[in-house]
């Protein structure tokens, strides 16, 4: 009778432990299926492109651009909201308007 409960046990707990490794296993997939995707947008993007076209292109993806600025100056802001702000990418115009540098960016976040 004891070891019948040892093993029911053990049966149990191996199943929580199974059911916890797939949990983390797939619930984490999404996340960085979404980041490839981002990533391959941004490195994807024409450079010839100007930024009314790149907020139609980041609208239809689904992701949010802000135009923003720094010490370098002005840039749009292209965000995955459904990463929880772990992916990023940040595009730079010339003075002509199309294109200059898009840069991505994975952060991990606590």
């Not at 093993?7 to 999404?30: D, E, H, M, N, Q």
């Amino acid at each position: 009778m004891n070891r019948q409960r040892i093993r029911t046990g053990l049966a149990i707990l191996g199943l929580l432990a199974a059911a916890l490794l797939l949990y983390f296993a797939f619930g984490s997939a999404p996340l960085v299926v979404g980041g490839k995707h981002m990533e391959g947008f941004c490195e994807g993007l024409r450079k010839d492109m100007s930024q009314a076209e790149l907020k139609a292109a980041v609208d239809a993806e689904g992701y949010r651009a802000s135009d923003q600025a720094d010490k370098k100056g002005p840039y749009l802001s292209i965000d995955d909201d459904s990463s929880g702000g772990h992916y990023h990418c940040e595009a730079r115009f010339k003075p002509d308007g199309s294109l200059s540098v898009v840069s991505f960016t994975a952060e991990a976040k606590h």
